[in-house]
């Protein structure tokens, strides 16, 4: 069946660093791909996605190129802040939408320290 | 965005009761609802498929008679973890699906962390 493979967290960052949270997947067929973030004490939200090969999907100062030949949509920010803080979820679907079932990778916890 | 509510937040119950959590869509209807469940340190994993008057749609390996689904309206889902053993523990995630709206994305709930004595 589908999967996603996740880096693994707990990633701790200083401010202004560079990130990446490697992610790469497993579908029969052409999924969409997603990255969610959740903050403390709130649901997950969409941060981006993609929903065919060659797509970068972007959204406050993230970016992550669908790599079909990889399989990989990995997550990337130039410059992290403090808020950015959260665990990030990378997910597939087969809607464009994200809006039929979900298929998660086991999250990655992002700390940013000033 | 849409806002999907989830109650309680949190819950404690003796082994051998049966536990309800709530899953609100609260501006917009849902015709579908997704039920997650989330172990410590692992991924979301679909429990099942809620859909607005008719039977639910569990995954393979989820015991229906155990979460007992309900979607009784276009706005409202209910999870009833019956008889429930410390095994349940869990954070239990709600997502709804936003069709009618132009965005069209799947909204997620708070989730309601399950402890069970």
């Known amino acids: 069946g589908d999967s996603v493979t996740q880096m693994e967290g707990p990633v701790t960052l200083s401010e202004e660093a560079f990130l990446t949270i490697n992610c790469t997947y497993t579908?029969?067929?052409?999924?969409?791909l997603f990255w969610y973030v959740q903050y403390p004490g709130e649901g997950l939200q969409l941060l981006l996605k993609a929903t065919k090969a060659d797509d970068k999907g972007s959204n406050k100062g993230f970016e992550a190129t669908y790599r079909k030949e990889t399989t990989s949509f990995h997550l990337e920010k130039g410059s992290v802040q403090v808020s950015d803080s959260a665990v990030y979820f990378c997910a597939l679907s087969k809607s464009n939408f994200g809006n039929e079932k979900l298929t998660f990778g086991t999250g990655t916890r992002l700390t940013i320290i000033p | 965005g849409a806002v999907v509510s989830q109650h309680p937040s949190w819950v404690i119950c003796k082994s051998g009761t049966s536990v309800k959590i709530e899953c609100r869509s609260l501006?917009?209807?849902?015709?579908?609802m997704f039920w997650y469940r989330q172990f410590p340190k692992q991924s979301l994993m679909l429990m099942a498929t809620s859909n607005e008057g008719s039977k639910a749609t569990y995954e393979q390996g989820v015991e229906k008679d155990k979460f007992l689904i309900n979607h009784a309206s276009l706005t409202l889902s209910t999870l009833t973890v019956t008889s429930a053993h410390p095994e349940d523990s869990s954070f239990y995630i709600c997502?709804?699906?936003?069709?009618?709206?132009?965005?069209?994305?799947?909204?997620f709930g708070p989730g309601t962390r399950l402890t069970v004595l």
């Open positions: 997502s709804a699906p936003a069709r009618e709206r132009s965005y069209n994305e799947q909204f």
């Open positions: 501006d917009f209807q849902a015709t579908t």
């Open positions: 579908a029969t067929g052409y999924p969409s």
